[in-house]
C-alpha cells in the first residue's frame, strides 16, 4: 500500500509508527483524535476561543478529566436582571426604615383595622424613596386619601355646626387636615417603625412632617379602599375629632356643647342635661361647679364663671370621657 507524507503525519500525531501494519488500530486511533473530548453538559474544548483554564464553563486540569462547573454556581455570580424587583406583596420583606421587615400585623393592630387585602396596606407604607417605582408608592393613595379626609371633615363639621358660615367652616377645616396635623397624628401612631422608605430617608432620625402627613392620608384611602367609607370615617373620626373639638372652641362659643348635644342625640337618642353641683363665692360674683348627664349617667363636672362657661367646659369633659370610651362624633346628626 502506497503511504503519503500526509498519512505519516497523522500518525505521528496519535503515537503511531511511521510504517508497518496494524492499519484498523492506526484508523481507530486517528478517529479517536480527529473527535474533540466534550463534557455531556457543557460545550467541546473546541469551542473554546482562550487560553484561560476555566473558560467556556469548563475547568481543565492537566492531572484530571474536563469538569464542567456547577449550574448553581453559574447562577449565583449572575448579575441581577432589570426589570426583577419585587412585586408589591413581596416587599413585605424589605426593612422599614432600615431596622427589620414591615410588621403588618402590628401595624393593622396600631391601625386598629384588619385589611382583607394586605398589598393596599404596603403600598400605603411605601414611600417614593423605597419603592421599586412610582406607581409602587403611596402617591396616588395620598392623593385619594386627601380627598376623602377632606369629605369627611367638612361632612362632620356641616352636621354639628349648623348655624356656622361657610367662612367659619372653611377657617376650622383648613386648620384640622393641615399638614402639621396630619403629620402629628401618623407620628403619634407610631406609623414611623412601618414606614418603607430608600437609604437616603432610613439614615435620617427624623422623618419630614410631609412624609408623615402623606403617610396618613394614604392609610386613609386604603382603609376606604379595602373596607369602604365606614372603616374610614371611623378611623378619621376618632383621630380629627378631638383637633375638631379644639380648633373650633377658640372659634365658637357653643362647640362643645353643641357636639355633645349630636353625639347624644346619634348614640343614646337623648339631649344630654346640665346640673349646678355647686356654688361658690358673694352673689355678684359666683363661679358654678356644672356636671353632664347624658341619660342617668353623669360626667365630670367642672367650674366656670357662669352657667354658660361651666356648662361648656363640663360638655368638654363629657366628650373627652366618651372619645376615651370610643363614642366619636364623625357621624354626628346622622340617622343610621
Known sequence: ???????????????????????????????????????????????????????????????????????SAAVAEAPPLRGSEPRASETVALAARGNGPVDLVACQERIG?????????????????????????????????????GFIVCDTLYRIFPESLEGDLTRIKSVVVSRETCGRISEHLGLTEFLIVGKGLAVNSAIPVSVLSDLFESIVAAIYLDGGIEPARRFVSRWMDPEIAQVS?????????SLLQQLSQRDFGVTPTYEVMEESGPDHSKSFHVSA????????????RNKKEAEQRAASNALVELRAAGVGIADAGRRG
Not at 486511533?29 to 469548563?58: E, H, I
Not at 403611596?138 to 379626609?149: K, Q, T, V
Not at 348627664?293 to 366656670?304: K, L
Request: aromatic share 4%; net charge neutral; hydrophobic share 35%.
Open 1 to 71: 500500500m502506497t503511504r503519503t507524507k500526509q498519512d505519516e503525519g497523522e500518525d505521528r500525531a496519535v503515537g503511531a509508527p511511521s510504517a508497518g501494519g496494524g492499519g484498523k488500530k492506526r484508523a481507530t486511533r486517528l478517529a479517536a483524535a480527529k473527535k474533540p473530548p466534550t463534557d455531556a453538559g457543557g460545550p467541546s474544548l473546541a469551542d473554546s476561543k482562550s487560553d484561560s483554564p476555566t473558560d467556556a464553563g469548563v475547568l481543565l486540569d492537566p492531572q484530571c478529566e474536563p469538569t464542567a462547573t456547577p449550574a
Open 113 to 149: 383595622h384588619t385589611f382583607r387585602d394586605e398589598s393596599i396596606l404596603l403600598a400605603a407604607l411605601t414611600h417614593a424613596s423605597g419603592a421599586a417605582h412610582r406607581l409602587a408608592s403611596n402617591e396616588r393613595l395620598e392623593f385619594l386619601g386627601d380627598a376623602i379626609l
Open 249 to 257: 372652641s377658640g372659634a365658637q362659643g357653643a362647640n362643645h356643647k
Open 293 to 304: 348627664f347624658i341619660g342617668e349617667r353623669r360626667y365630670t363636672p367642672a367650674w366656670g
